[in-house]
């Protein structure tokens, strides 16, 4: 079974092409007119296991808002999509990820009810050129379009990349442990008989 999907979203602020492989071998396209991103969402799929390819054109000259947002939303629609009924699916994941100072722990769950929990602090307001708010912005538009329930936590850090880091490998981490294959679970894992 090919747990595979991709995309293409065009708006008057952005053009975006996004293909992504759940079981894939942590390769990386990316060009997404970002380049803290563009370093993030590497390092989300090499950590993951993932296949992300991402050709995205933005508004950029404005800011790295609309660009940032539409790549949450389009990997949240390609990650739901590839994952489809969700059979077998171990649906819960959990990762700390230190890095240097900082400590990160996303949770997830992947429920069909969106929901963002964040407990962040970044130091900065930027990093490098890159708003740190958007941060913010683009996992709750990945949680919402991907409807998993994601919860991030930060239990300390100083450096504002450091701690951006240590929680995009976290997502990585748990998001590729939640839609692990367990050949124990038969059919859907919920009481409910779907997600």
Not at 11 to 33: F, P, V
Not at 78 to 97: C, H, M, T, W
Not at 121 to 143: C, I
Not at 187 to 193: E, V
Request: glycine share 8%.
């Amino acid at each position: 079974m090919s747990r595979t999907s991709s995309i293409t979203r065009k708006t008057n602020e952005t053009s975006i092409e996004l293909s992504l492989n759940i079981d894939g071998e942590g390769k990386s396209n990316l060009e997404t007119g970002v380049p803290f991103m563009t370093h993030m969402l590497d390092l989300f799929t090499k950590h993951g296991q993932f296949d992300l390819t991402i050709a995205a054109n933005g508004d950029t000259d404005v800011d790295d808002h609309h660009t940032t947002e539409d790549i949450g939303i389009c990997l949240g629609q390609v990650l739901r999509e590839a994952l489809g009924d969700k059979k077998g699916i171990k649906r819960y994941g959990n990762a700390f990820v230190p890095m240097d100072e900082a400590l990160a722990q996303v949770v997830v769950d992947l429920s069909n009810r969106p929901h963002l929990e964040m407990r962040a602090t970044f130091p900065s307001q930027k990093v490098g050129t890159f708003d740190t708010e958007l941060v913010h912005e683009f996992l709750w538009k990945l949680a919402l379009e991907a409807r998993m329930n994601l919860h991030v936590i930060v239990h300390y850090g100083q450096n504002t990349h450091h701690i951006i880091e240590a929680i995009f490998k976290a997502l990585a981490r748990a998001l590729d442990e939640a839609t692990t294959i367990d050949p124990r679970i038969k059919g859907i894992p919920s009481t409910k008989g779907m997600l």
